[in-house]
């Protein structure tokens, strides 16, 4: 039983996008729960939604919906094709106003790879250094071979197809229903045609949809090069990608000591309320101060290795983890992506930017 427990557990982490963070949602707007078969909605502000997925479809991130007077700006669009038609069809059960605007927060796979479902006459909003990666082979990058390519799910399959066999009553019927999670999502892979933003901005854009003011601003560099976050100053709510997730950001594609810095100029805006790009709301506004730690105590411990002439498997190992197991457990759950961060910073050290 425990073995089950605990392979599920990392696989889990690879594959879904929600049930860790800090501090749940308080004070809701409507107490009466609003979704599909495949999304919650949670309402921060009025009009306000933090999306999160549920059921038979993998989405990989959260993501936000801002229905407006006339239209809807969507932020993020999940991991696949497939995660962004069922978050299409879902926005429909609030609202049957149209989409006119999609932002993409950064270039990962599980906030962009559903860009390609959005109609022609839809602004998929983005920064510059998103645009450009989302040109490339973004297919054939560490971060997305390594973590999430249709290699790695498949090899995935394997082990959960092995735990069912073995497993009896509840246990077997809740891993039966991840393996058909888990299949879906794989042959959803098949179809992905990364398509980037068709508006840009550098360090700010803002839209004004009738009464109601949307700010993008670029703080930084951080969790990547193009890190976008979107403000509601009304509201003082923002949704912050990746930038500020409820758990550890992945830095393998990052500028820690940059991170650090973006974070600061983040606490500046006038804001109570975070819609991260993984977990559930943030109202503990010193969640700031924690991840700025983190990535501190990471960065060093790195740098001092370096120094020292360790590996980069030994520098790895070296950096202490304990103590973060809530925090940080995608990194915890998969080694070979916490050694894809200690690479990134590896590079940096040695002048590769």
Request: aromatic share 8%; net charge negative.
């Amino acid at each position: 039983m425990e073995k089950f427990r605990k392979i599920t557990l990392i696989l889990l982490l690879g594959i879904l996008s929600c049930g860790y963070g800090t501090e749940s949602s308080q004070n809701k707007i409507n107490e009466v729960p609003k979704g599909s078969s495949t999304h919650n909605f949670e309402e921060v502000a009025p009009g306000v939604y933090l999306a999160t997925g549920k059921g038979p479809v993998n989405v990989g991130s959260n993501a936000m919906v801002v229905v407006n007077e006339n239209d809807v700006v969507l932020v993020d669009s999940h991991i696949t094709p497939d995660a962004a038609r069922e978050l299409i069809q879902s926005v429909k059960t609030l609202t049957d106003k149209p989409i006119h605007y999609l932002v993409n927060t950064h270039f990962h796979h599980d906030h962009a790879h559903g860009n390609q479902v959005f109609p022609e006459g839809v602004a998929i909003i983005g920064h510059e250094y998103t645009r450009e990666r989302l040109l490339g082979d973004v297919l054939t990058d560490s971060t997305f071979v390594t973590i999430a390519s249709a290699q790695y799910e498949k090899t995935q399959i394997a082990i959960l197809e092995k735990q069912v066999a073995e497993a009896e009553g509840d246990q077997k019927t809740s891993l039966e229903s991840q393996l058909t999670t888990l299949k879906r999502h794989t042959a959803a892979l098949s179809e992905l045609a990364p398509t980037p933003p068709n508006t840009t901005l550098k360090r700010k854009l803002t839209l004004y949809r009738g009464e109601r003011e949307i700010q993008m601003h670029h703080l930084g560099r951080g969790h990547t090069g193009g890190d976008v976050i979107v403000f509601l100053p009304a509201e003082k709510v923002v949704f912050t990608g990746d930038l500020l997730p409820a758990t550890a950001p992945y830095l393998g594609d990052s500028w820690p000591e940059e991170f650090i810095e973006t974070l600061e100029k983040l606490r500046s805006l006038d804001f109570d309320t975070i819609l991260p790009g993984h977990g559930p709301v943030i109202r503990d506004l010193s969640h700031i101060d924690f991840t700025q730690n983190y990535i501190r105590k990471y960065w060093e411990s790195v740098k001092a290795s370096h120094s020292k002439g360790f590996s980069i498997d030994e520098a790895t190992v070296r950096f202490d983890m304990s103590g973060y197991e809530n925090y940080a457990p995608f990194q915890l759950g998969r080694p070979e992506a916490r050694r894809l961060e200690v690479v990134r910073m590896y590079q940096l050290l040695d002048g590769k930017d």
